[in-house]
């Protein structure tokens, strides 16, 4: 089965700066979807931004971008211009393209400070 | 995301106790995921199905955990005979019919807590 890997338990940014979380993933299948989810205090996941495998170009939402390095099976979150509303877990995620299995890293906690 | 029902939104079970989830998929989807999330840690994988069909149950404790999804009517995730280390968010997931397709992505529910005392 495939695994996630979140290496960082905790991270913190000072608001309006940039932070990146880390995520890397082992996989022997060449096609797969990779998401960024957001889990408010409200326990809600929330989509934060999603990549397809066989994209090269990152995908970018907003203040939200990843850098997904196939090779490196590495799909990092980019959070630019950080907002207090930005503080919450966020949980990288894999899925595959043959089973739709989906599998989730054990999360990042972010604190934005004021 | 609002669009996956889940209920109760919070149970409460004895010792010994059964608890059931419900979780009503999006419109059009017919892959439900049940996923556990201990207080402070990560979701973890349960099972995955689709109408009549476990696909993957890899995630399921082999002991008093089921899990179902008729051709009519909501997921099921059965807990029997719970204990205190079962209190936790159950959330549930759903997906569009087609693997492969372009957005393919689950959708949460709001997840379900159950306290066992």
């Known amino acids: 089965a495939q695994t996630v890997t979140q290496s960082q338990p905790e991270m913190s940014v000072q608001e309006a700066e940039t932070v990146t979380l880390s995520c890397t993933y082992d996989?022997?299948?060449?096609?797969?979807?990779l998401f960024w989810y957001k889990q408010p205090p409200s326990r809600q996941m929330i989509l934060v931004i999603r990549?397809?495998?066989?994209?090269?170009q990152n995908a970018t939402e907003n203040r939200f971008s990843v850098n997904f390095q196939k090779a490196a099976k590495s799909f990092s979150l980019k959070i630019s211009d950080s907002q207090l509303g930005d503080a919450a877990m966020y949980f990288c995620a894999y899925r595959s393209d043959i089973n739709n299995d989906m599998r989730f890293g054990a999360g990042t906690r972010l604190t934005v400070k004021p | 995301n609002a669009g996956v029902m889940q209920n109760p939104r919070h149970l409460v079970r004895r010792r010994g106790q059964e608890a059931r989830l419900r979780c009503s998929p999006m419109?059009?989807?017919?892959?439900v995921y049940w996923y556990r999330q201990l207080p402070e840690e990560g979701l973890k994988f349960m099972v995955y199905?689709?109408?009549?069909?476990?696909?993957?149950e890899s995630g399921m404790p082999k002991e008093r955990f089921s899990a179902e999804f008729p051709k009519e009517g909501p997921s099921i995730l059965r807990i029997q005979q719970v204990v205190r280390g079962d209190s936790a968010a159950y959330f549930c997931?759903?997906?569009?019919?087609?693997?492969?397709?372009?957005?393919?992505?689950?959708?949460f529910g709001e997840g379900s807590w159950l306290t066992v005392v």
């Open positions: 997931a759903s997906s569009p019919p087609v693997p492969g397709s372009i957005g393919n992505t689950i959708y």
């Open positions: 996989t022997s299948e060449s096609d797969y979807y």
């Open positions: 419109k059009g989807h017919s892959h």
């Open positions: 990549q397809e495998a066989y994209k090269q």
């Open positions: 199905l689709q109408k009549e069909n476990i696909i993957d």
